[in-house]
Each structure stands twice: as structure tokens, then as C-alpha cells.
């Protein structure tokens, strides 16, 4: 399996930007999907972004469209998440997840999550 440590959570104020990192180790990076979620207190965990194996394909919720950018460099084995234009309803825990490339189900791998906290 593959495990998944998330980086680069923090304080910032509404407008600024952050960037999220998440560090893959165990098993070859480039045969999983990845994908970004965040779960805010109170609510549902819910889907931010995710990225097909080569980075050539990008998904994003429509909350977040135009402000977030996902990528990943297989080589360092990392995904990121950059933020532009955060809002103070950006405030989260972001978790990075991972499901092989060859799967039909959900996400199997997560990682520990980190915060981010967006005032106003």
C-alpha cells in the first residue's frame, strides 16, 4: 500500500494563498489517482480536486474552480495543491487520498490531514 503525509497547512488571511503538499512513499506513485478533500467542522468530508496518473487530467469542485490548482510530480513522488484567493469558508482539514489506477472503488489511502485556516 501507499502512504500518504500531507505538508504546507496554516494561518493565512482571506485573499492569500497557500500551498499543500502531499508526500507518497510505498508502493510506485504514477500507478495511483490522487485527489484532494477537505472537511470543515460540523460538515461532510468533502471532494477539493483530484489528478489522473500522468497529471494530464484534473478535476475540481466548483467551489474552488479557478482559484486551486492541482498537479503532481511523479519523479519526487508529491502532489500538490496550490490555493490562490483563499476565502474564510476555505477553512478546513485538507486530506490527500490515492486508489490505484486499476481500481473501480473510492479512495483507499489517506493521509493524516492538515489545516487550514482562513481569516477573515
Known amino acids: 500500500q501507499v502512504q500518504l503525509v500531507e505538508s504546507g497547512g496554516g494561518l493565512v488571511q482571506a485573499g492569500g494563498s497557500l500551498r499543500l503538499s502531499c508526500a507518497a512513499s510505498g508502493r510506485t506513485f504514477s500507478n495511483y489517482r490522487m485527489g484532494w478533500f477537505r472537511q470543515a467542522p460540523g460538515k461532510e468530508r468533502e471532494f477539493v480536486a483530484a489528478?489522473?496518473?500522468?497529471?494530464?487530467?484534473?478535476s475540481y469542485a466548483d467551489s474552488v474552480k479557478g482559484r486551486f490548482t492541482i498537479s503532481r510530480d511523479n519523479a519526487k513522488n508529491t502532489m500538490y495543491l496550490q490555493m490562490n484567493s483563499l476565502k474564510p469558508e476555505d477553512t478546513a482539514v485538507y486530506y490527500c487520498?490515492?486508489?490505484?489506477?486499476?481500481?473501480?472503488?473510492?479512495?483507499?489511502?489517506w493521509g493524516q490531514g492538515t489545516q487550514v485556516t482562513v481569516s477573515s
Open positions: 489528478i489522473n496518473w500522468s497529471g494530464g487530467t484534473t
Open positions: 487520498a490515492g486508489r490505484p489506477v486499476t481500481s473501480s472503488r473510492g479512495y483507499e489511502y
